[in-house]
């Protein structure tokens, strides 16, 4: 929020409609820029200029650029599909297969959106030289393409999860098959 705000000073609508533009992928809610701008201003980050345009105030744009160059935190090793894998029964499989499938398309169909994104920007970029471009859209079109890689990965693992799901579904059913015609045997021989 700071970063969009030291961009360009705006309204609280502005800052929502860009956040909402610049980071898709993230689906923000709605009210997610006016609780940060609450936030920020409560915490001296930024300040009203009028009567709703908001700037950053110098502690607020030492706060950006120290965020900027602080390493980023390690990634969430455990989302919620990784809980419900760790913790299913065999009987749950089908269910939990159909469930990262709908995600593989999920992510399919964000790829597809960024793809568009990418060439719509490389149909543009014919149009004018890189060298011509200010410096947010060259930075948005290395995010673009982190994001692009970034769902691809996704794709890959949630296929390569799906097979392996649907391999342990067809051995629990042997399994089970199996253990059915034990059952059956010694029910034979018991009577």
């Known amino acids: 929020m700071l970063g969009l705000i030291i961009e360009q000073p705006d309204r609280g609508f502005g800052v ?19 609780n940060a701008l609450y936030r920020l201003e409560k915490d001296g980050l930024v300040r009203l ?10 502690e607020g744009s030492q706060r950006f650029r120290a965020w900027l ?11 919620e599909l990784h809980a419900k894998i760790a913790l299913c029964e065999p009987r749950d499989l089908p269910r939990l297969i159909d ?3 709908t995600e593989e398309l999920a992510c399919i169909s ?5 793809r568009e994104r990418v060439l719509a920007e490389q149909r543009e970029a014919t ?16 995010v673009v393409h982190g994001e692009a890689a970034f769902w691809g990965g996704r794709i890959a693992q949630l ?12 051995e629990a059913e042997r ?5 059915h015609r034990r059952e059956d045997g010694r029910a034979r021989r018991a009577g």
């Open 16 to 34: 929502e409609r860009r956040l909402g533009e610049r980071f898709s992928s993230a689906r923000f809610s709605y009210s997610t820029a006016y």
């Open 49 to 58: 200029v009028d009567e709703d345009t908001y700037e950053v105030t110098p």
């Open 69 to 79: 160059r602080a390493p980023t935190s390690m990634p969430v090793l455990r989302e």
């Open 99 to 101: 469930v990262v499938h």
């Open 110 to 114: 964000e790829l597809d959106g960024i």
């Open 127 to 142: 149009v004018r030289a890189t060298v011509d471009e200010d410096w947010t859209r060259l930075m948005d079109r290395g």
């Open 159 to 170: 296929g390569q999860l799906r097979n392996y799901l649907e391999e342990l579904r067809d």
């Open 175 to 179: 399994r089970a098959l199996r253990e």
